[in-house]
């Protein structure tokens, strides 16, 4: 079921974004040279009961997911894209790692998610993982720019598969943005891929994440044996850009602005 929010509803879900905004880039502060990923995790689960909030990771057990996740966040670190399951590892220098967030704060929910390199980049590829993570940053904002009343869920995934395709990237559609509310993951589904001027309406109290995903030289993915992490086929490395938006009668309300 497709739920519209109230005006109200939509201030009330801002605490919500902050606080996701915030544990993000206190996340990807910490990423540096020689840092575990269940470090990572640990900042996040300290910032989530110091602010009262809820995981809306460690329970959840979807039918795509082999098990309850376990951990708070997802880091996916060089052919992982999503749902990366942190472990014990060691980021190494030039380490391309996405980190994807999401929380709830008095009853409400926000998702997003950033990439970055880790340390110093390396030489032979630094050109083609800026490439890479921008084109994500850049399909996201042309996706919420899309996001206008009165337009039709197509117009924004249409809007981030022409990015992705002009930089020479293709699409998969298994995985993509999704409704926001009480819950992570609700209806409607916001693919990457689609034709403009179809799909649900984007009316004024929709919320949604909008998470571009894009993999080097492939759309294939497969699932690791931590039963979590989605990888490249072809070991090609992936990043991942994704907010909360409302979508409001002035237009695209970004939730969980960094």
Known sequence: MIELRTPREIEEMRPAGRFVADVLLAVREAAGVGVNLLELDEIAHKMIRDQGAESCYIDYHPSFGAMPFGKVICTSVNDAVLHGLPFDYALQDGDLLSID???????????????????????????????????????????????????????ISAAIAEVAHAAGYSVNTDFGGHGVGRTMHGDPHVPNNGRAGR?????????????PWFLETTDKIFTDPDGWTLRSEDGSRGAHSEHTIAITEDGPLILTAR
């Open 199 to 211: 799909g649900f309406p984007l009316k004024p109290g929709l919320v949604i994440a909008v998470e």
């Open 101 to 155: 967030f999401a929380a709830s704060v008095n009853g409400w929910v926000s998702d997003s998610a950033l990439s970055i390199v880790v340390g110093t980049p390396d030489p032979a590829r630094a050109d083609r993982d800026a490439k890479l993570i921008r084109t994500t940053e850049v399909a996201l904002e042309a996706g919420i720019a899309a996001a206008q009343p009165g337009g039709k869920i197509g117009d």
